[in-house]
């Protein structure tokens, strides 16, 4: 080829080394760097590892059997010989049962998410794409789901499925499904405008590249940043429906239920309510303050805003 | 920078300087800006995208004392006597949209599609001088045929989309001279416009500082915008002034060799191979100590690379960054 | 095979729908356009906005749905191929977008982008990558394969862009408005640049501008478009010096030169209004409501497509119709009005 006026490499005050770095840098090592690079979300991540070890663990970890009842050690303050946290209304141990509630919430939140996941957004990554009738349908459909109460759908799921955790999970997962759906969708519009994947059309490449290679990598933060609020929003209606008892059946305990369980007995030991609802509070808060740190890090890069 | 101990100053700005957050820190952008602009005068910004000039602008409207990407660390913003930098919001408010108002260069994106033109031409009226919806609905129509839009009683009801791409732009125009504004920043106003629109708008923008005889700065990287409607120039390179005069010496006769390149830059009317400086501008917070122009400089000799160049003034009102500017002798433009 | 591109009276609608039941009714925005694009030839296409050049580089590209015409690229008929026939013969035209900011996928490397239109053909991974190197290379950006567009300027990117749109060897590349987003001096080393690959490399460009101090550099001929449809056509350097319709006097007369004396400033020719609504030309000539020369029949006729002795066509009444004012009186005009200087701003309104 023939010699071109060459603009001179803009980079040329950069370090070599920077260079090198920039050149070699793959994405997912980018990714960490930028993650790591923010303090709370590092923080945050390292909290839910924690949380979710301790949940791992548990059987390790906690002191007694969450299900053994002690009738002469009821309702004991935190700080009492042998109970940490104190006892509840039947004797068992608080700390123990928090760190086994712990699984379960978890689980819950994760079957809740990846249901939604998978309900919500294949249909509309196609719908916004394709566009035309099917865009029509998804969206009138997600529109009914959503006029839904959440709680009342998931009890439908269970009238229909049976009562148990997982059968629950999946409603709360329906009822996740429109939110992914309509996230994805504008995403998916959006992208769509966009002149790159004008240019990919213009190429001559294949519709399923072009999803997969120029559209879906946008969708994932959003993506991201939804499944995270959404996580948290599980687990507190995994608590709603264990409240009124069609979630973790006894004595196995969830957050949510000790919560509910602690609630009657607020007078007498007050403190009883405060460990589950903090352990919901820092994970949910955690999941979002992560998610929030996920988004930033897969962000587009921002524009030079100086000129 | 010119010295203009008159009456006539309208806005006087003094080493101003702005930071930007970067990946690396916050790194200096806007480097010891001085400029003057006389009533009724048009004073030109000119310089490459990442120059310095639109924040310097930004600034002086105040519209960078609170955001997280970019804050200014020193200088005065003098309108008059004020030194608008050290107002509180609330103070600030009072003159932004008031004595300052601003042009940008979208017209798609810097009028609210929910209100009708009148509404937003109004708006300032109201707010500003007190004015009764009557009384400000009459005004938005006066400014409106003042811009040149036909029919304007009938079109003041219209929303901007129902507007083209320059008649926005004169919407635009009308809302900033709401008020009579003591000073008017014309960010790159007509680079979204066609050629034969340009011309209407630079006519327009023209006549309307001779009626009104405020005070204007116009940004723009067209140097060919420049020679037609500023009567005073500021060439910015990388965050710092390199070059100022009356626009045209500074065509006639430019001091600096990055105004020499611009100028060469633009296609002239014979055959002469085409002319670009090369490399580019250095990012921000990788400038060298020495000129900031001398990695791109033909000129360029040993002692501009160690030794930081002031900006010197010169008996005739010109000011230029050039250690070398008394030896150069560079060519301009007729 | 000596013309790259033929496209024979091809008209172009968006479809607009009225109201919320109301009948879909087409918005015509190109009419009966015809133009062809010679094998290592430059034609630029030159108007305001809104007067249908992006349209017909979409078009072109079967990108858009056309009302009726041919297109011939490369010796294909692709007027009536299916998106699935017609993907192989892509390969031939690709297209250089105006925002270099938006054209690139900010979430693939450089080597990534210009890699990506290599994949239909029998080439390995390590072959496409190499080639792909190659070239950013002779784009004069070597060695920063591995950069996310974020990190080039404009100037860069439409680089990158540029060398992506070379990837498959195509016979056309459709310049989109490629440089009226860089400052001048990055113009300049872009327009260097294609002018350059062009003569290296045999490639033919449609360049769509509306600058026309960057048109005169690069194109070999020029059409111009005014709402819809194209009212003169020439080599560039006749075009210029002779134009044969007012409103390409008028954009030649609207570029703002660069003189340090005001009074040297040419005369212009301020056209007053807008373009005309899409899709609702006015009758006869659709210029003559902003034309400073329009005549009684110019409101009733449309004028015919003429050729001229230089070499340019076009459709004007006022070389036609014996009018006084003719294809000498335009040129007269402009020269007049280059000379006057009766008011120290040297514009004028007519």
């Given at each position: 080829?023939?010699?071109?006026?060459?603009?001179?490499?803009?980079?040329?005050?950069?370090?070599e080394?920077?260079?090198?770095?920039?050149?070699?840098?793959?994405?997912s090592?980018?990714?960490?760097?930028?993650?790591?690079?923010?303090?709370?979300?590092?923080?945050?991540?390292?909290?839910?590892?924690?949380?979710?070890?301790?949940?791992?663990?548990?059987?390790?970890?906690?002191?007694?059997?969450?299900?053994?009842?002690?009738?002469r050690?009821?309702?004991?303050?935190?700080?009492?010989?042998?109970?940490?946290?104190?006892?509840?209304?039947?004797?068992?141990?608080?700390?123990?049962?928090?760190?086994f509630?712990?699984?379960?919430?978890?689980?819950?939140?994760?079957?809740?998410?990846?249901?939604?996941?998978?309900?919500?957004?294949?249909?509309?990554?196609?719908?916004?794409?394709?566009?035309?009738?099917?865009?029509?349908?998804?969206?009138?459909?997600?529109?009914?789901?959503?006029?839904?109460?959440?709680?009342?759908?998931?009890?439908?799921?269970?009238?229909?499925?049976?009562?148990?955790?997982?059968?629950?999970?999946?409603?709360?997962?329906?009822?996740?499904?429109?939110?992914?759906?309509r996230?994805?969708?504008?995403?998916?519009?959006?992208?769509?405008?966009?002149t790159?994947?004008?240019?990919?059309?213009?190429?001559?490449?294949s519709?399923?590249?072009?999803?997969?290679?120029?559209?879906?990598?946008?969708?994932?933060?959003?993506?991201v940043?939804?499944?995270?609020?959404?996580?948290?929003?599980?687990?507190?209606?995994?608590?709603?429906?264990?409240?009124?008892?069609?979630?973790?059946?006894?004595?196995?305990?969830?957050?949510?239920?000790?919560?509910?369980?602690?609630?009657?007995?607020?007078?007498?030991?007050?403190?009883?309510?405060?460990?589950?609802?903090?352990?919901?509070?820092?994970?949910?808060?955690?999941?979002?303050?992560?998610?929030?740190?996920?988004?930033?890090?897969?962000?587009?890069?921002?524009?030079?805003?100086?000129? | 920078?010119?010295?203009?101990?008159?009456?006539?100053?309208?806005?006087?700005?003094?080493?101003?300087?702005?930071?930007?957050?970067?990946?690396?820190?916050?790194?200096?952008?806007?480097?010891?800006?001085?400029?003057?602009?006389?009533?009724?005068?048009?004073?030109?910004?000119?310089?490459?995208?990442?120059?310095?000039k639109s924040?310097?602008?930004?600034?002086?409207?105040?519209?960078?004392?609170?955001?997280?990407?970019?804050?200014?660390?020193?200088?005065?913003?003098?309108?008059?006597?004020?030194d608008?930098?050290?107002?509180?919001?609330?103070?600030l408010?009072?003159?932004?949209g008031?004595?300052?108002?601003?042009?940008?260069?979208?017209?798609?994106?810097?009028?609210?599609?929910?209100?009708?033109?009148?509404?937003?031409?109004?708006?300032?009226?109201?707010?500003?001088?007190?004015?009764?919806?009557?009384?400000?609905?009459?005004?938005?129509?006066?400014?409106?045929?003042?811009?040149?839009?036909?029919?304007?009683?009938?079109?003041?009801?219209?929303?901007?989309?129902?507007?083209?791409?320059?008649?926005?732009?004169?919407?635009?125009?009308?809302?900033?001279?709401?008020?009579?504004?003591?000073?008017?920043?014309?960010?790159?106003?007509?680079?979204?416009?066609?050629?034969?629109?340009?011309?209407?708008?630079?006519?327009?923008?023209?006549?309307?500082?001779?009626?009104?005889?405020m005070?204007?700065?116009?940004?723009?990287?067209?140097?060919?915008?420049?020679?037609?409607?500023?009567?005073?120039?500021?060439?910015?390179?990388?965050?710092?002034?390199?070059?100022?005069?009356?626009?045209?010496?500074?065509?006639?006769?430019?001091?600096?060799?990055?105004?020499?390149?611009?100028?060469?830059?633009?296609?002239?009317?014979?055959?002469?191979?085409?002319?670009?400086?090369?490399?580019?501008?250095?990012?921000?917070?990788q400038?060298?100590?020495?000129?900031?122009?001398?990695?791109?400089c033909?000129?360029?000799?040993?002692?501009?690379?160690?030794?930081?160049?002031?900006?010197?003034?010169?008996?005739?009102?010109?000011?230029?960054?050039?250690?070398?500017?008394?030896?150069?002798?560079?060519?301009?433009?007729? | 095979?000596t013309?790259v591109?033929?496209?024979?009276?091809?008209?172009?609608?968006?479809?607009?729908?009225?109201?919320?039941?109301?009948?879909?009714?087409?918005?015509?925005?190109?009419?009966?356009?015809?133009?062809?694009?010679?094998?290592?030839?430059?034609?630029?296409?030159?108007?305001?906005?809104?007067?249908?050049?992006?349209?017909?580089?979409?078009?072109?590209?079967?990108?858009?749905?056309?009302?009726?015409?041919?297109?011939?690229?490369?010796?294909?008929?692709?007027?009536?191929?299916?998106?699935?026939?017609?993907?192989?013969?892509?390969?031939n035209?690709?297209?250089v977008?105006?925002?270099?900011?938006?054209?690139?996928?900010?979430?693939?490397?450089?080597?990534?982008?210009?890699?990506?239109?290599?994949?239909?053909?029998?080439?390995?991974?390590?072959?496409?990558?190499?080639?792909?190197?190659?070239?950013?290379?002779?784009?004069?950006?070597?060695?920063?394969?591995?950069?996310?567009?974020?990190?080039?300027?404009?100037?860069?990117?439409?680089?990158?862009?540029?060398?992506?749109?070379?990837?498959?060897?195509?016979?056309?590349?459709?310049?989109?408005?490629?440089?009226?987003?860089?400052?001048?001096?990055?113009?300049?080393?872009?327009?260097?640049?294609?002018?350059?690959?062009?003569?290296?490399l045999?490639?033919?460009?449609?360049?769509?501008?509306?600058?026309?101090?960057?048109?005169?550099?690069?194109?070999?001929?020029?059409?111009?478009?005014?709402?819809?449809?194209?009212?003169?056509?020439?080599?560039?350097?006749?075009?210029?010096?002779?134009?044969?319709?007012?409103?390409?006097?008028?954009?030649?007369?609207a570029?703002?030169?660069?003189?340090?004396?005001?009074?040297?400033?040419?005369?212009?020719?301020?056209?007053?209004?807008?373009?005309?609504?899409?899709?609702?030309?006015?009758?006869?000539?659709?210029?003559?409501?902003?034309?400073?020369?329009?005549?009684?029949v110019?409101?009733?006729?449309?004028?015919?497509?003429?050729?001229?002795?230089?070499?340019?066509?076009?459709?004007?009444?006022?070389?036609?119709?014996?009018?006084?004012?003719?294809?000498?009186?335009?040129?007269?005009?402009?020269?007049?009005?280059?000379?006057?200087?009766?008011?120290?701003?040297?514009?004028?309104?007519?």
């Open positions: 080829m023939t010699v071109v006026p060459s603009e001179g490499a803009a980079g040329s005050t950069t370090g080394a920077t260079f090198l770095r920039k050149r070699y840098e793959s994405p090592r980018r990714f960490a760097r930028r993650l790591l690079s923010q303090k709370v979300a590092t923080a945050s991540g390292v909290i839910l590892i924690l949380v979710v070890l301790s949940a791992i663990f548990a059987p390790l970890l906690a002191p007694l059997d969450p299900n053994k009842t002690d009738l050690n009821t309702l004991l303050p935190p700080g009492s010989a042998d109970f940490l946290l104190g006892t509840d209304y039947l004797g068992r141990d608080v700390l123990s049962r928090l760190l509630a712990g699984r379960v919430s978890l689980v819950a939140a994760v079957q809740a998410v990846s249901v939604g996941l998978i309900l919500g957004v294949a249909p509309a990554l196609v719908a916004g794409y394709v566009g035309r009738w099917w865009d029509w349908l998804l969206m009138r459909f997600t529109d009914a789901l959503l006029a839904f109460p959440p709680l009342i759908l998931a009890i439908t799921v269970i009238g229909i499925l049976g009562t148990g955790l997982t059968n629950a999970m999946i409603g709360v997962g329906i009822i996740f499904a429109p939110r992914f759906a996230i994805t969708r504008s995403a998916v519009l959006s992208v769509r405008e966009e790159f994947v004008e240019a990919a059309k213009s190429m001559g490449l519709q399923p590249r072009i999803i997969w290679r120029h559209v879906l990598p946008h969708l994932l933060s959003p993506l940043v939804t499944a995270t609020v959404l996580a948290g929003m599980a687990m507190i209606i995994e608590a709603g429906l264990s409240f009124i008892g069609l979630g973790v059946q006894v004595p196995q305990a969830s957050w949510g239920s000790m919560l509910s369980t602690a609630y009657r007995f607020i007078r007498v030991s007050p403190t009883l309510i405060l460990w589950p609802g903090l352990a919901i509070m820092i994970t949910v808060l955690s999941v979002n303050l992560l998610g929030d740190g996920i988004r930033d890090a897969l962000g587009r890069e921002v524009r030079d805003m100086s000129s | 920078m010119t010295v203009q101990d008159s009456a006539t100053t309208a806005l006087r700005v003094k080493e101003l300087c702005v930071d930007v957050a970067t990946p690396e820190g916050w790194a200096t952008v806007v480097e010891d800006v001085s400029l003057a602009v006389d009533v009724g005068e048009i004073h030109g910004l000119v310089g490459e995208s990442g120059s310095g924040l310097t602008a930004m600034a002086i409207m105040g519209l960078i004392t609170h955001s997280q990407s970019a804050r200014v660390t020193g200088g005065e913003v003098l309108l008059g006597d004020v608008l930098l050290k107002l509180s919001n609330r103070d408010r009072r003159h932004q008031k004595d300052l108002a601003m042009v940008f260069q979208e017209p798609m994106t810097s009028l609210n599609p929910a209100f009708t033109v009148a509404d937003q031409i109004g708006e300032s009226i109201r707010y500003h001088l007190g004015a009764s919806r009557k009384e400000a609905r009459e005004r938005s129509i006066e400014l409106l045929e003042e811009v040149g839009i036909a029919d304007a009683r009938r079109r003041c009801n219209d929303y901007p989309h129902q507007f083209s791409g320059g008649m926005r732009q004169r919407v635009m125009l009308a809302v900033a001279l709401a008020c009579e504004p003591r000073l008017l920043i014309a960010d790159e106003p007509t680079t979204a416009l066609d050629v034969t629109v340009q011309a209407q708008m630079l006519e327009l923008i023209r006549s309307l500082v001779e009626r009104h005889g005070a204007v700065i116009f940004i723009t990287h067209d140097l060919g915008v420049i020679a037609e409607i500023c009567d005073r120039t500021t060439v910015f390179y990388a965050g710092q002034v390199i070059e100022s005069g009356l626009v045209g010496e500074v065509i006639k006769g430019p001091r600096h060799p990055y105004t020499e390149g611009l100028l060469r830059s633009v296609p002239a009317d014979d055959d002469l191979p085409l002319w670009w400086i090369d490399g580019s501008p250095p990012l921000p917070g400038v060298s100590s020495g000129c900031r122009f001398s990695p791109r033909e000129y360029s000799k040993n002692e501009c690379d160690t030794h930081a160049v002031p900006l010197r003034l010169s008996a005739d009102g010109r000011a230029i960054r050039c250690a070398l500017a008394d030896d150069l002798s560079l060519n301009g433009r007729d | 095979m013309q591109l033929e496209v024979s009276e091809m008209s172009v609608s968006f479809p607009r729908r009225s109201g919320l039941l109301g009948k879909s009714q087409p918005l015509r925005v190109v009419e009966n356009v015809s133009f062809e694009v010679g094998k290592g030839e430059v034609v630029a296409l030159v108007g305001e906005s809104g007067s249908g050049k992006s349209t017909i580089a979409r078009a072109v590209l079967r990108l858009l749905p056309i009302d009726n015409g041919r297109i011939t690229l490369a010796d294909v008929d692709i007027t009536t191929l299916s998106q699935r026939a017609l993907r192989p013969h892509r390969r035209a690709q297209l977008f105006q925002d270099p900011y938006s054209s690139l996928d900010p979430s693939m490397t450089a080597i990534e982008i210009v890699e990506e239109p290599l994949r239909g053909f029998a080439m390995s991974r390590e072959e496409r990558l190499r080639s792909a190197q190659e070239l950013l290379a002779s784009v004069g950006l070597a060695g920063v394969e591995g950069r996310y567009p974020y990190e080039f300027s404009g100037g860069q990117r439409q680089r990158i862009a540029i060398a992506r749109a070379l990837a498959p060897r195509p016979a056309l590349i459709i310049c989109d408005e490629p440089v009226s987003a860089l400052d001048l001096s990055t113009q300049n080393q872009i327009i260097s640049l294609l002018d350059s690959l062009r003569q290296s045999g490639v033919s460009y449609l360049f769509i501008s509306h600058d026309l101090s960057v048109v005169r550099r690069i194109a070999d001929r020029v059409l111009v478009m005014y709402a819809g449809e194209i009212v003169e056509e020439g080599p560039t350097e006749r075009v210029f010096r002779d134009p044969v319709h007012p409103y390409t006097l008028a954009l030649l007369s570029v703002p030169a660069v003189v340090g004396d005001r009074s040297k400033h040419a005369k212009r020719i301020v056209l007053e209004g807008d373009l005309p609504v899409p899709g609702a030309p006015p009758p006869g000539c659709r210029f003559h409501t902003r034309c400073p020369f329009a005549m009684d110019c409101r009733s006729e449309v004028p015919a497509w003429t050729e001229f002795d230089h070499g340019v066509s076009g459709r004007c009444h006022l070389h036609t119709s014996g009018s006084t004012l003719g294809f000498s009186g335009l040129t007269q005009f402009a020269e007049d009005a280059m000379a006057s200087t009766d008011r120290d701003r040297g514009q004028t309104s007519i």
